[in-house]
């Protein structure tokens, strides 16, 4: 098992994604924050809290997303019950910033942007991740913001620990038994 | 699979885990249903057989609309004008249909128990959309689904079903839903309609409507089913109306304002009037928009693994 980010280090990747954003995006007038279900969330939720401290806005338009209906492994389906999705503001003309924990084979965010495009049409989609699992990609897709980028064989898995949910702020790579 | 059975033959094989992911699965739909793309792609590898051996018009369309929301590929069977006039038998009917690479079916039936007959027969996937006087499972589970939506949580809740009992599969599935949820069910109606021994499904009997209103939080209404009587169980349609049918002032006289429902198709003047299923109390047509969510959730949780051929 080997450590990706400290909890001290992972509290600065935090920080620095949010400033990216702003740094790209100002004020967030036109723009809005999409996490991805199931574990997305926790990064998404942290993020536009730190984007709304940062630019001092009264309101950001934060959704999640949930992909369960979008996903391609029709064949092999594992019937899941769907986790929320709840976006309370239009797409139509936003700059829609998604976001997920780590970055794999790229399959849930192609998943992802099917199901933002049946909401409306977005201005410009751009993706945040924490963890880029850099040359593991099934399909074309790329971040615009990485936390930390690795290099990751199949048998592994990376484990993002949050403190809400695990008690620390942490990321490992582990092997896969 | 999520739901422990392969099929949604009756509420009774339910259990309460069951329909819990059922409602919660309903609640994602009903979200898809009110943005402007109302479909998904999720099923889009499924094919689903409607067979529908009986008139129907709620539960046809309400179960094709949700198929094709989620992307199926939907074929609709009416007994009327098929070969099931020149005698062909159940089985050989759906057979013929399965063998067209048909991936799950859709039946509603006049016979009780035809759904299970079938079930013992075929590898499909089959969803019961109303079998004789037996069960109509979809219903039960949009009703809850609907109290549930405007009063929370069905435990303890008091819901009085008024009308044709005996001959309601709407009642019984009703009964064995809202049962196992915690609810509490009162029956009301004249006493030919209500069976003998009903008591035992856990259930209490009324036979002053008035009395079934001032108890309950909810009155799910039903038909009188005239084509399923094959015998006068009551005088006329008018003495009905006066002595069991819900209207506005016996509905302002109660002291507290209690959700009305109904399945459908409604007799206006019969056993409710237009007064009443029009009000603000009725929550009738919500229930048709939950049904579609509904039988969405029940397609999508029983459209499982396929076997590779």
Redesign the interface.
């Known amino acids: 098992m080997k450590t990706l980010l400290t909890t001290e280090q992972f509290k600065i990747t935090l920080q620095r994604l949010a400033h990216q954003l702003v740094e790209n995006h100002l004020s967030f007038k036109d723009t809005a924050i999409i996490g991805i279900q199931p574990r997305g969330i926790y990064l998404s939720d942290r993020i536009s809290r730190m984007v709304k401290e940062i630019t001092r806005a009264k309101k950001i338009d934060y959704g999640k997303l949930?992909i369960?209906?979008?996903?391609d492994d029709?064949?092999?389906?594992?019937?899941?019950?769907?986790?929320?999705?709840d976006i309370r503001f239009s797409i139509e003309n936003k700059s829609v910033i998604l976001i997920d924990d780590v970055l794999h084979t790229g399959r849930t965010i192609r998943s992802a942007m099917?199901a933002l495009i049946?909401?409306?049409r977005p201005k410009s989609v751009e993706l945040l991740v924490l963890i880029d699992r850099r040359f593991s990609r099934e399909l074309p897709i790329q971040p615009d913001y990485a936390g930390h980028t690795v290099d990751t064989i199949l048998t592994q898995k990376v484990k993002v620990y949050w403190e809400e949910k695990d008690g620390t702020d942490e990321v490992v790579l582990i092997d896969k038994v | 699979?999520?739901l422990s059975v392969k099929h949604l033959l009756g509420i009774k094989e339910l259990n309460t885990q069951d329909i819990e992911?059922i409602f919660?699965?309903a609640?994602?739909f009903k979200?898809?249903l009110q943005?402007?793309?109302k479909?998904?792609?999720?099923l889009?590898?499924t094919t689903i057989a409607n067979i529908f051996f009986e008139n129907s018009t709620r539960t046809r369309l309400s179960f094709e609309l949700a198929e094709k929301r989620l992307g199926a590929d939907v074929v609709n069977f009416s007994a009327s004008g098929s070969s099931v006039s020149k005698g062909e038998t159940l089985i050989d009917t759906v057979n013929n249909i399965l063998a067209m690479k048909v991936d799950m079916l859709v039946m509603r039936h006049s016979a009780s128990g035809a759904p299970w007959f079938l079930a013992n027969h075929i590898d499909a996937s089959i969803v019961n959309a109303g079998d004789g006087t037996n069960e109509h499972p979809t219903q039960a589970l949009l009703d809850a689904f609907s109290i549930r939506e405007k009063l929370g949580d069905i435990k303890g809740k008091r819901v009085a079903i008024i009308g044709d009992i005996m001959h309601s599969r709407v009642a019984l599935s009703n009964i064995f839903c809202l049962t196992k949820l915690g609810a509490h069910v009162t029956v009301a109606g004249p006493p030919t309609l209500i069976p003998k021994h009903i008591e035992s499904l856990g259930v209490r009997v009324e036979y002053n409507v008035k009395k079934a209103l001032e108890w309950c939080d909810v009155a799910n209404v039903l038909r009188i089913q005239l084509e399923r009587q094959h015998k006068p169980l009551f005088s006329t349609l008018r003495e009905y109306a006066l002595f069991y049918g819900i209207n506005k002032q016996m509905l302002d006289s109660l002291n507290k304002k209690i959700l009305i429902m109904h399945p459908g198709p409604i007799n206006r003047g019969v056993e409710i009037n237009s007064d009443v299923a029009d009000s603000g109390q009725s929550i009738i047509l919500g229930q048709v928009e939950n049904g579609v969510a509904i039988r969405m959730a029940v397609i999508?949780?029983l459209?499982?693994?396929?076997e590779?051929e």
């Open positions: 949930d369960t209906f979008y996903r029709v064949q092999a389906r594992d019937i899941q019950v769907p986790n929320d999705t099917d049946d909401y409306g | 699979m999520p992911q919660q699965t609640d994602e979200q898809v943005r402007p793309i479909k998904v792609p999720t889009r590898d999508y949780l459209a499982g693994k396929k590779l």
